[in-house]
């Protein structure tokens, strides 16, 4: 089986400038994440999606952090403009249909992430 | 507003002895708790869970130890061995927030021949 796979793997941006990351996950998996992590921190979700349907950005800095899911698989994730403290691995995760499941079908596997370094 | 906290940032054990990765969390309406374990350069690993209604739970040389009342896991991994070495994060989430996983910082294990 596949895993959740990511790319580019690094990127190195100018601050003010734009990037996106792109994110296949599992087949058959509906629920997708966007997670952050910053050096020495343990990653934070941006947002989820169920489907091609938003679940929750509470985190996602909307003024800058954008995210779509197409047709319920593919997803990207961009940041227009770039800050300094954006400089993060972004890492994609999918899951299976987390609604209606009990929780031993909810683990979430990752790709390997993007390196994104701002300076 | 950090609601899953791993205190010991690093950890030294020798191999063939146990390694005892602890956390804690704050947020009562967690319900499910899981291991990740990461290598340099790659994404995290699912490793083992466990439900908020055990107390224990095993698999091969991992056991997972939950104390709801303390709101306190341990990972205990035993025997360790060279290739455990990793960093490894504890995280938490709810069935009210879709099962969003809830980060700790991460406990580096070094196993020492």
């Known amino acids: 089986e596949a895993g959740v796979a990511q790319s580019p793997r690094y990127k190195i941006i100018e601050k003010r400038q734009s990037v996106a990351f792109w994110c296949n996950p599992i087949?058959?998996?509906?629920?997708l994440y966007w997670y952050q992590q910053i050096l020495g921190q343990g990653p934070k979700l941006l947002i989820q999606?169920?489907?091609?349907?938003?679940?929750?950005d509470s985190q996602l800095p909307k003024d800058r952090f954008s995210a779509e899911r197409l047709k319920g698989v593919d997803s990207t994730l961009k940041i227009q403009p770039a800050k300094l403290e954006d400089s993060a691995v972004y890492l994609c995760?999918?899951?299976?249909?987390?609604?209606?499941?009990?929780?031993?079908?909810?683990?979430?596997?990752f790709g390997q992430g993007t390196r994104l370094t701002v300076v | 507003d950090q609601q899953v906290k791993q205190n010991s940032p690093s950890l030294s054990v020798q191999e063939g002895r146990i390694s005892i990765l602890n956390c804690d969390y704050t947020?009562?309406?967690?319900?499910?708790f899981l291991w990740y374990k990461k290598y340099p350069a790659e994404g995290p690993t699912f490793l083992i869970s466990?439900?908020?209604?055990?107390d224990k739970n095993e698999d091969g040389r991992f056991t997972v130890f939950l104390n709801k009342s303390a709101k306190h896991l341990s990972l205990h991994i035993v025997p360790s061995q060279p290739g455990d070495s990793a960093v490894y994060f504890c995280?938490?989430?709810?069935?009210?927030?879709?099962?969003?996983?809830?980060f700790g910082k991460g406990t580096s294990l070094l196993v020492t021949p």
């Open positions: 995760a999918s899951s299976l249909d987390v609604y209606g499941q009990a929780p031993m079908n909810t683990e979430a596997f």
């Open positions: 087949s058959g998996h509906a629920t």
């Open positions: 999606f169920q489907n091609n349907g938003v679940v929750d």
């Open positions: 947020n009562s309406m967690f319900d499910y």
């Open positions: 466990i439900s908020s209604i055990k």
């Open positions: 995280a938490a989430s709810a069935a009210n927030s879709g099962y969003a996983l809830n």
